[in-house]
């Protein structure tokens, strides 16, 4: 089985940098995955990382440490269109699917 | 490229009544998931397939639900009789082969049962 955590929410100002933490404890790991969901919308990809380190992708950057359970999704410049939920993913070795975590509300303020 | 596609996108049903969810995944993926949504739990994996066969079922909540692949193209979630603790948004996701894959979800079915 697995635990996913992260925060409920965070408030942010525009212009802003931002972190979103996610620990996660499994029986076995092979990659975890941060999506974006905005209020009645689907979950859509953001980022990947199956081995540790930093992966950077335009303003947005997620970071894993295998050995710590922990990654971390960075969000430079905020602009008001980032108010959304982000969900952090394990993926097992053992099979396909996604787990995901809660959540984290994002509320960018102006 | 046309994405997942789901149907109906709401529907509001009286308990006990069958609830029936549709799916296309997207073209050449093969790899379906069922997850549903709500805010106590966030999101949850119901169940998934693998070239049309159900592989995990595990998260499955009770005998009321049931989901079918008939073919590549196709799937459905059912909800025997419904009840309102049903009430939730359910995802369908389809990937394609290839580890890196990641999974990419239809606009969903948001579910009322009253």
């Known amino acids: 089985g697995q635990n996913i955590d992260q925060p409920t929410e965070m408030t942010a100002t525009e212009g802003a940098i931002v972190q979103i933490n996610c620990t996660y404890q499994t029986s076995g790991f092979n990659g975890l995955f941060w999506y974006q969901q905005h209020a009645g919308e689907a979950p859509t990809f953001l980022s990947y990382?199956?081995?540790?380190g930093l992966e950077e992708k335009g303003r947005f950057s997620s970071f894993l440490s295998r050995s710590k359970g922990y990654s971390y999704l960075l969000l430079k410049e905020l602009q008001m269109k980032d108010s959304a939920s982000y969900l952090c993913a394990v993926r097992e070795d053992s099979g396909y699917a996604l787990n995901f975590g809660k959540g984290t509300s994002l509320l960018v303020t102006p | 490229d046309a994405g997942v596609i789901q149907s109906p996108r709401h529907e509001v049903t009286e308990m006990g009544q069958e609830v029936t969810l549709r799916c296309k995944p997207i073209s050449g993926h093969d790899y379906l998931f069922w997850y549903r949504q709500t805010m106590m739990r966030g999101l949850e994996l119901l169940i998934y397939f693998n070239n049309n066969v159900p592989i995990d079922d595990s998260g499955m909540p009770e005998d009321r639900f049931s989901a079918k692949m008939p073919n590549a193209s196709f799937s459905t979630l059912k909800i025997q009789p419904s009840e309102p603790r049903d009430s939730a948004v359910y995802f369908c996701?389809?990937?394609?082969?290839?580890?890196?894959?990641?999974?990419?979800f239809g606009e969903g079915s948001w579910l009322t049962v009253v």
């Open positions: 990382n199956v081995l540790d």
């Open positions: 996701a389809s990937r394609g082969q290839g580890w890196g894959n990641t999974i990419y």
